[in-house]
């Protein structure tokens, strides 16, 4: 149990980190889309996408169904682990970290085709969905019933606005950083 447990651990990570990379790709594709001239624009989205086909289909879905098999095994091995609520709770971010995979794969496909989809700040806000799930799965973890679900919710949430306010901070920073 304790291999299965290392699978499921290693490839959670491996999945966080192409979750993370591959938005903040995005960002980077949407950016240019809004704010390069042509020749550099063209440039730059035929190397994104080289980058984020490879990111997302050797790293992220492959770390995204390894994970979600090792998890199972897990649950097969200590089904009791589904009467808990700390554990039910994990398994609502994991559903909500496959729909936030199922969002990235339909930006994905419209950035590959040329669509646009979001601007550059909306992908920025994107890019922090995975953070915060990170978070609130990690301490669901390791302080499993420790945690209240007012505070936890309280602390998901204030993360979140600030998270929200850095992100509107910087986008007005690089405003007034462009028309110097």
């Known amino acids: 149990m304790d291999t299965v447990k290392a699978l499921h651990i290693i490839f959670v990570v491996t999945w966080f ?22 020749l550099e624009r063209e440039i730059l989205i035929k190397q994104y996408k080289i980058m984020e086909w490879r990111l997302w289909y050797i790293i992220t879905w492959p770390s995204a169904i390894l994970t979600l098999i090792w998890g199972v095994s897990l649950l097969c091995f200590n089904p009791s682990y589904l009467t808990q609520p700390w554990m039910l709770l994990k398994l609502f971010f994991v559903v909500c970290l496959f729909a936030y995979q199922v969002l990235g794969q339909r930006i994905f496909k419209n950035l590959y085709e040329n669509r646009r989809t979001y601007k550059a700040y909306h992908m920025r806000m994107l890019n922090e ?12 973890v390791v302080r499993k019933d420790e945690l209240s679900w007012v505070w936890g919710v309280l602390s998901i949430l204030g993360i979140g606005l600030i998270l929200t306010f850095a992100i509107r901070a910087y986008a007005n920073f690089r405003k007034r950083r462009s028309e110097l």
């Open 129 to 140: 969905v995975s953070t915060l799930v990170l978070i609130a799965v990690v301490f669901l």
């Open 17 to 38: 980190a192409g979750l993370f990379y591959i938005f903040r790709l995005f960002v980077y594709h949407a950016e240019a889309q809004e704010n390069k001239e042509e």
